[in-house]
């Protein structure tokens, strides 16, 4: 793993002074946020100058400047001095707004009310120490609103295990209300799902925290302000409970009875943010070339590059050279290099063939099973004429080429076991009349791509670039998906991966930057509009209904020519391949020793 932290609070505060001891609190959040910022409160009664409050705001000062410790938790400089300083604090919070506010049990029980009733932020009211020996933690959920940060909360602290325990008194609730959240429990791998049926939510609670290092649970689950902040359930569970407790409370208003709300509308993100957090890399951890071959070597693997190409003659060559210099002949990492041609008029397959590179025509592979255009079909054919048990693919067209592009995407698969697909991103400036626009390139991706996939398929969501052509995969991974012919490939093979192997199954990289040749606005459009076409393929798939039977396969483009506007229409029906391994003459290639 690249040993990333998975935090999902970026910034966290702790108030200190009026009575409260926020060390448990200061624990707990320096567990779940990137930052703790610690905020001094200082009350002076009623009737009396605020004044009168200096002395005990340098005592407040000096605490706060004993807990920073490290470079993770700084003090607030100013301390709120007031006859009510919780809501000086409630005020101070809405405007900063942070992550998560982090409060001692302690908190009076008015001026934790101020707070939970009416929430500036996401809240976590902590009861005993949070320390690093957490190992197991209870989330207990009803399919509310808190459930979702109970999850977040209780994930954030990386203990080895989460037990969601979902508490219902009739069993035909079971299935109710947390569809949402239901889906993420079932891709997190160190989450345990448990259901228990029973009058008495307090008591089980309370028996399954025998076994558990702390419990995370929601304070209540109601919209009426006449009812206490932190309902009877949770006082309980905190009173009860042999283990460390945090009940937190959602800034999110809470829903109006008898409609409810679905647990689960945001949960989703507690699966990718969590996803990104582990599964994204950077180029550079791999740049020890001996390491990532030692590590090739160590597994037994083989690695194959291939190169899709159309009329690349101005950087092939360079691409090729790049390339097979650094990872052949300087050091060992890639076992091939081939080209796979779609029809280059231009020269591109000589220079590669010059280059010393085995150079294929996709259109005469697999003659049997008939001729097409794209780039998904060269891919996918490039299966069939490489040997490795990694297969990779950069574009032919990168302006900037450096072996970064190359080992960024197969570090991932050399390092994880789990990771059958890893993709490549980098900012994509955009050239426009000779001059480059950084960050203006990826206009496909921004308007068409990540909405569609957001709308849909959420879970891949926090993938930076979906359409990038710089990626690689496992061949026992790939040879079990199809591919799209054209342009939906990229995506097609994205979907097939996750909803194969799931979110661990993905890695992304950062290979800083690239520069290549943008396309005019008109094939960019043609591109979207494949694009979308893939994702209702895969929708079609999953649903098992022909939405895509009574959808039109043509574009019709906007030309203005000689004074006057008129249509071009271009047939776009993108069509799939079936797994590789389902190919007779794949089969029979692989079944010859010399072709593994």
């Not at 969601?164 to 209300?177: G, N």
């Not at 029809?343 to 590669?352: C, F, L, Q, V």
């Not at 012919?485 to 930057?513: K, P, R, W």
């Not at 040749?517 to 022909?546: T, W, Y």
Request: proline share 7%; net charge neutral.
């Amino acid at each position: 793993m690249n040993g990333h932290v998975f935090r999902p609070f970026a910034v966290a505060w702790v108030p200190f002074g009026d009575g409260v001891n926020s060390a448990d609190a200061v624990a707990a959040a320096l567990a779940v946020a990137d930052q703790v910022v610690g905020v001094g409160l200082v009350r002076v009664p009623v009737g009396e100058s605020l004044s009168r409050g200096v002395g005990a705001a340098a005592a407040v000062r000096r605490t706060l400047r004993e807990h920073a410790s490290g470079p993770r938790f700084r003090a607030r400089q100013r301390v709120l001095v007031g006859h009510e300083p919780w809501r000086e604090l409630a005020r101070a919070v809405s405007r900063a707004q942070p992550d998560l506010l982090v409060l001692p049990w302690s908190t009076p029980g008015e001026d934790a009310a101020v707070l939970l009733r009416n929430p500036p932020a996401d809240i976590a009211l902590v009861r005993g120490p949070v320390g690093p020996d957490v190992r197991r933690v209870l989330v207990p959920v009803r399919g509310g609103p808190f459930a979702e940060l109970s999850l977040r909360v209780g994930l954030a602290l990386r203990p080895a295990g989460v037990r969601v325990l979902h508490v219902q008194e009739h069993p035909e609730d079971i299935e109710a209300p947390r569809r949402g959240l239901e889906r993420v429990i079932g891709q997190l791998r160190d989450v345990e799902r448990r259901v228990v049926l029973t009058a008495d939510a307090a008591a089980a609670i309370v028996a399954e925290a025998a076994e558990a290092d702390l419990v995370v649970i929601g304070a209540a689950a109601s919209a009426d302000p006449s009812r206490p902040a932190v309902g009877p359930v949770a006082s309980r569970v905190v009173e009860e409970a042999g283990c460390p407790v945090i009940v937190v409370r959602t800034r999110r208003p809470m829903p109006a009875p008898p409609s409810g709300e679905l647990a689960g509308a945001g949960a989703i993100s507690i699966l990718v943010d969590r996803w990104f957090a582990q599964n994204t890399y950077d180029a550079s951890e791999f740049g020890d070339l001996a390491a990532i071959v030692a590590a090739k070597r160590s597994q037994g693997l083989s690695i194959s590059l291939a190169l899709p190409a159309l009329n690349e003659a101005e950087t092939v060559g360079r691409v090729i050279s790049t390339i097979k210099g650094a990872l052949m002949d300087d050091v060992p990492l890639l076992d091939e290099i081939v080209l796979v041609d779609s029809g280059s008029t231009d020269g591109t397959r000589e220079i590669a063939a010059g280059l010393g590179v085995p150079v294929f025509v996709h259109q005469d592979l697999l003659p049997e099973l008939g001729a097409r255009t794209g780039k998904g079909e060269a891919l996918w054919k490039s299966l069939l004429v490489t040997r490795g048990d990694i297969v990779a693919w950069i574009d032919t067209d990168i302006v900037n080429i450096h072996p970064r592009f190359v080992y960024g995407i197969l570090g991932p698969l050399l390092v994880d076991p789990r990771v059958q697909f890893v993709k490549g991103f980098y900012r994509r400036p955009l050239r426009v009349d000779g001059r480059l626009q950084a960050g203006g390139g990826g206009r496909v991706t921004e308007l068409m791509a990540r909405p569609l996939l957001n709308l849909f398929f959420p879970e891949l969501s926090g993938v930076i670039q979906p359409l990038s052509g710089e990626y690689a995969g496992r061949r026992s991974a790939l040879e079990r998906l199809p591919f799209f012919s054209g342009y939906g490939v990229e995506t097609g093979l994205l979907i097939d991966v996750y909803e194969a192997f799931g979110l661990d199954g993905l890695a992304q990289v950062n290979l800083l930057e690239r520069v290549h040749h943008n396309q005019p606005l008109e094939a960019l459009s043609r591109m979207s509009f494949v694009i979308a076409q893939a994702v209702f393929h895969k929708l079609q798939r999953r649903h098992g209904q022909p939405i895509l039977d009574d959808v039109n396969r043509t574009i019709k483009s906007v030309r203005y020519e000689g004074g006057r506007y008129h249509l071009a229409v271009h047939e776009m029906a993108e069509l799939e391949r079936p797994p590789m391994q389902d190919v007779p003459a794949y089969r029979a290639r692989r079944e010859r020793p010399e072709a593994r």
